[in-house]
């Protein structure tokens, strides 16, 4: 418990992993298996959300096997749920599908309500990702009967996420404006929770930085930056250092938009300390790769501010379209346990 503490409501992840190491050699050395099990699945979420998935893939499947031999269904249900984002955030969509599918249906046999609805967020997500948009929209539909019966107006904002979500893989303008719609009417409603307005902002930005390279338009921007400094609130208010150092990131490179350079290199900066600081190991090697290439393009981004270079050009340049796919890829892990 101590390491749920400082991992899920204070993000101390390396202090974490010291206690449930702890209580994992504790465990073992009273032969308790139930408990070696609770002990390997929160190593496996602290690994996690450190970002370090495979490590935590093969802790949760080894406390899964645990799990089975006691047929605790209720534990099962929530590693097949996890597993499935961590799956979702590898790529790996086919094996997502089937653990959520798992998970789902443990849920269902034991009526919780609550849990299937939170396992229909992941699982909207990884069909849209598949590519199967019909089926997508009937499990939205199901959704949204389960969101009525819980009569729960969180889970009423889960809904129009998805259905945004849904909206914005359509080719066309009109659903493209719609999306930011529900997106902006979500952001307004009090009952919205950190995660739904992590994700909510995330795929605003998303869309204006679309928008941005459509238009050429720098006023654009400023709305982006205004969404950023909303995710660096959230970040300090449920201290999600995952989010500081991820957002700080993203800031990094929106500053090379307007070729400030010196700004660009404080805010990475900024995320590195955080990403290090807090044990983001690999989130921290991969700012410093960052930072170091821009270090070495500092004559080349000097030289850009008497040229005439484009915004679309500026994008390419700073790689902000990569920079916020992998960003919206790696949400599942952003959003997972947020302090409210």
């Known amino acids: 418990m101590i390491a749920y503490v400082l991992s899920v409501k204070r993000g101390e992840l390396d202090r974490a992993l010291t206690f449930v190491e702890r209580s994992f050699t504790l465990a073992k050395q009273l032969d308790n298996n139930l408990r070696i099990a609770f002990s390997l699945y929160y190593m496996a979420l602290i690994y996690s959300l450190k970002g370090e998935l495979e490590d935590g893939i093969k802790l949760y499947e080894q406390a899964l096997q645990i799990f089975k031999k006691f047929n605790n269904k209720f534990a099962m249900a929530n590693v ?22 798992s998970s789902i249906k443990i849920n269902n046999e034991f009526g919780y309500l609550h849990a299937v609805a939170n396992n229909y967020d992941y699982l909207i997500q990884i069909l849209i990702k598949r590519g199967e948009l019909e089926r997508a929209q009937q499990r939205l539909e199901e959704f949204e009967k389960l969101t009525n019966q819980l009569k729960d107006k969180s889970y009423k904002l889960v809904y129009l996420f998805q259905k945004a979500l849904i909206l914005k ?43 941005l390279q459509i238009t050429n338009d720098l006023s ?121």
């Not at 097949?80 to 599918?101: T, V």
């Not at 893989?169 to 719609?181: F, G, L, N, P």
């Open 80 to 101: 097949f749920n996890d597993l499935a984002g961590n799956f979702m955030i590898k790529g790996d969509l086919d094996q997502a599908l089937e653990y959520i599918e």
């Open 169 to 211: 893989t359509s080719a066309r303008s009109r659903d493209k404006v719609k999306t930011e719609d529900i997106l902006k009417h979500i952001l307004e409603d009090k009952a919205i929770s950190f995660e739904t307005a992590i994700n909510t902002l995330l795929n605003l930005c998303e869309l204006l930085l679309i928008e």
């Open 220 to 340: 654009v921007l400023e709305e982006i930056n205004s969404y950023t400094a909303q995710l660096l609130e959230i970040a300090e208010k449920s201290r999600s250092y995952i989010l500081f150092a991820e957002t700080y990131f993203l800031k990094g490179k929106l500053a090379l938009l307007t070729l400030d350079v010196k700004n660009s290199r404080r805010f990475l900066t900024q995320a590195q300390k955080i990403a290090e600081k807090f044990g983001l190991n690999q989130l921290a090697a991969k700012i410093t790769y960052e930072h170091n290439n821009l270090l070495e393009q500092l004559s080349m981004w000097e030289n850009l501010k008497e040229t005439d270079i484009d915004l679309i050009e500026r994008i390419k340049l700073a790689g902000l379209d990569k920079q916020m796919k992998n960003l919206l890829q790696k949400s599942a892990i952003i959003t997972a346990y947020i302090s409210q």
